[in-house]
């Protein structure tokens, strides 16, 4: 029996992978469907989309889709769908995203949306919202007709026609260690509300924790014995009753720490400054309840105005972390198990440009490392 033909192919032009799928027969026309999709990354993409396609089966030709609007599409078929592919906090951001943004759409039909209306929506989000927001949102729109598709109410993906914004690399912010020393100097921890300002903001700087992870981390993740902090959960926080402590952000991410003694003494300091006043299970937390992004944002704001320092974000805390053990000079494989990073090519790519002597200094690691000594010619004796 003959062996039959693969049908995911690579186009020969920009290497990206393809598929035709032959779904079937359309039930009023009788006419064979095909269905063709491109511009694949990896072989394997394009396999699921196909696997995907050939599941759904034949979808009705393109002057006889299947109509409905984009808010009823979107709420009643795409999100109870997307719902169980995705974290919980990741839906809800999106399913925010969704009703903040997309709404735009919300009257339209799925079927009717052109690239023209895609590409007026998103120069009107662009225009209002960062670079890295906009991309996430069209993202979330290509989903929706990608699924749009592959369902039969669209004959295309318009925001795939489009394509997203460029992505625009932020230039990172962060304190060095003086900097640092000026701002935590500020803080009176014979005040107990200081002294919680104190520990957290700490904490971040000398862990290179994110938010989430900080807020999320429990006395029980900390071995005082062995001086290490355990990440094993990331805190989502909508308010003191309405909050979620879910796995942390990738495989990479729950990982162990190994303290410097003054932390884990400033620390050991905390949590007995923290029993005489609540029982709790958290680290950052002033009365045994988790905290939200407010809770430190304002007053590191505030000490942040009031000594005339640069203003950074929570998460700056982080970036001057690792700003920090470049500085130090340490392996850039280290820094990326202690900050998290699935691979060195996410730590490089963000904290690359901070190793700005790299290539002087390896030059001069070179100096002199081979001598020339050419062997000097015998004349022939007369």
């Known amino acids: 029996m003959p062996k039959l033909a693969d049908p995911i192919k690579q186009s020969s032009t920009d290497k990206t ?13 009788g ?29 009705p030709d393109e002057t006889n889709l299947k109509e409905i609007q984009f808010s009823e599409f979107v709420d009643t078929l795409f999100l109870p769908w997307y719902k169980g592919r995705v974290k919980d906090y990741t839906f809800r951001t999106r399913e925010y995203c969704r009703k903040l943004n997309l709404n735009y759409f919300d009257d339209m039909l799925v079927s009717k949306i052109t690239s023209v209306d895609v590409m007026k929506w998103q120069n009107e989000l662009n225009a209002r919202a960062s670079n890295a927001y906009t991309r996430i949102n069209h993202c979330l729109l ?37 900097e640092f020393e000026t701002f935590i100097s500020s803080f009176d921890i014979t005040d107990y509300q200081q002294h ?4 957290s903001y700490w ?3 000398f862990t290179g924790l994110r938010l989430g992870e900080a807020t999320g981390l429990f006395w029980d993740d900390i071995d005082f014995e062995q001086g290490t902090l355990q990440v094993e959960r990331t805190l989502h926080f909508r308010s003191v009753f309405d909050y979620d402590l879910s796995d942390p952000k990738t495989v990479a991410s729950r990982r162990v720490i190994t303290l410097d003694t003054t932390t884990l003494q400033y620390l050991k300091e905390w949590h007995a400054r923290q029993k005489d006043h609540v029982s ?67 730590t490089l790519g963000v904290y690359g440009h901070l190793y700005p002597n790299s290539n002087t200094e390896m030059a001069q690691r070179l100096n002199g490392l081979v001598t020339y000594k050419p062997k000097v010619k015998e004349e022939a004796v007369a």
Not at 17 to 29: D, H, L, P
Not at 36 to 55: D, I, P
């Open 17 to 29: 992978w393809y598929f035709r799928a032959n779904v079937g027969f359309n039930e009023k026309t």
């Open 280 to 346: 709790s299970d958290f680290v950052i937390s002033q009365d045994g309840v988790p905290i939200g992004r407010g809770k430190l944002d304002k007053p590191m704001k505030d000490h942040t105005d009031e000594l005339k320092l640069k203003a950074i974000t929570l998460h700056g805390f982080r970036h001057s972390h690792a700003a920090l053990l470049i500085s130090l000079k340490e392996n850039p494989l280290m820094i990326k198990d202690r900050l998290g990073h699935t691979d060195v090519q996410t």
């Open 196 to 199: 919680f300002l104190f520990i």
């Open 31 to 59: 006419k064979r469907v095909q269905i063709r999709r491109s511009g694949f990354r990896t072989k394997k993409e394009a396999r699921e989309e196909y696997n995907t396609v050939m599941a759904a089966g034949a979808t």
């Open 142 to 178: 290509s989903q929706i007709f990608k699924q749009a598709v592959i369902m039969g109410y669209a004959k295309e993906n318009p925001a795939k026609v489009v394509g997203n914004v460029r992505k625009i690399k932020k230039q990172i912010s962060f304190w060095t260690l003086q």
């Open 203 to 205: 904490l971040m700087f």
